[in-house]
């Protein structure tokens, strides 16, 4: 379902969690509309498997987002390579599952040290750059329908995405001033490795789409599309909002 844009030409953009799911339908669908790509993710081995015939368009970094040395390492490298950075599409994350009482600290630590300090570890090392050097650019965030309803044993989720609409608003409120757009987007559940363990449990998936009414998951270049309106120039008024794409799962 992939539409003849080319808003990207000329850009150079970084993708988070790139590997695979919808970092990488996005990292694909940046290359098809004109963009150089920085694609970062933790699994380098995949990262070559799916762009390692693609050097010319795309440049592949290892990164922990959950690490501030280690994005500050990798935004490093992708400026030595590319020179500037014009959008920034936070995309990497993880799912939890345990109940409140049962979850352990480990638990809890892991998904907000990826999902929350992870977008802002790498969004504050990419807007310092487009500070530094002027550039009107635009940072895309991955919240989630999760932010706006919960489901069980899904607590830390919920909080870490609650937490990037909110770091939206901040960061956009104070990035205004130098032209630059911070956008994110909402995604309900969709065909990914994310979301296996929804869809892949009869019990829970039959729940869950009682609770959509469009009455199915969605497609990942459903999702991205989203966020490829959000980080183009069509979107150049948009500033500070989260866009929920759920198939109508927040009607309940």
Not at 24 to 46: I, K, M, P
Not at 134 to 145: A, D
Not at 215 to 237: C, H, I, K, M, Q
Not at 239 to 249: F, L, R, S, V
Request: one cysteine or more; charged letters at 20%.
């Amino acid at each position: 379902m992939h539409y003849e844009h080319h808003r990207y030409v000329g850009k150079v953009c970084v993708v988070t969690g790139a590997a695979n799911g919808l970092g990488l339908n996005l990292a694909q669908r940046l290359v098809e509309e004109g963009a150089q790509v920085a694609a970062l993710d933790l699994e380098q081995e995949s990262l070559e498997r799916e762009f390692g015939g693609q050097k010319d368009k795309v440049f592949t970094v290892s990164c922990d987002v959950s690490s501030k040395a280690s994005v500050d390492g990798a935004i490093a490298a992708v400026l030595e390579h590319y020179d500037h950075i014009d959008a920034l599409f936070n995309i990497a994350g993880v799912i939890g599952r345990q109940s409140f009482l049962d979850s352990t600290e480990e638990q809890w630590r892991k998904v907000i040290d990826i999902n929350l300090n992870g977008t802002f570890f790498v969004s504050q090392a990419v807007l310092r750059h487009m500070v530094d050097k002027g550039i009107k650019g635009v940072v895309v965030n991955t919240s989630s329908v999760a932010s706006q309803i919960v489901s069980p044993n899904t607590g830390a989720y919920a909080a870490s995405k609650g937490g990037v609409t909110m770091l939206t608003k901040f960061a956009a409120l104070e990035m205004a001033k130098y032209g630059i757009r911070v956008c994110a987007f909402g995604p309900g559940t969709h065909a990914t490795r994310l979301t296996e363990g929804t869809r892949l449990n009869p019990e829970r998936c039959e729940m869950f789409l009682r609770n959509i009414p469009l009455g199915r998951f969605g497609e990942p270049d459903e999702a991205t599309s989203v966020a490829l309106f959000l980080g183009s120039d069509e979107a150049s008024y948009c500033t500070g909002q989260t866009w929920i794409e759920d198939g109508g799962n927040c009607l309940f």
